[in-house]
């Protein structure tokens, strides 16, 4: 779950006893958020933050996924975008990579 949910979760707990643990869950967690005050943040404000940090991100991500979408639609044949590609073992002499 996002920190967004929980949030979102802890509202709507309300002052219950689960509800202030989910509060304290979500101010660690909102702490890593820009702007947001551990342990002084509404939830309400804790919601604006990270919503307004995703935002910025969003445009990153997606140019970033897309590059690697089309990097794996010419690396990968259709069973390993499917399901995945095998793992390949690679030896590595020790000598030749430290240059000794």
Known sequence: MS??????????????????TMSRLVCRLGASIPGANPFKSSMHDVIALASAELSQLEGIDSH?????????????????????????SVKVNKFDSYGG
């Open 3 to 20: 920190t967004i949910s929980l949030a979102e979760e802890a509202i709507r707990l309300g002052e219950n006893s689960q509800g202030t």
């Open 64 to 88: 970033e996924r897309s590059v690697a979408a089309s990097r794996a639609e010419t690396q990968l044949t259709l069973d390993a975008r499917l399901f995945g590609a095998p793992l390949q």
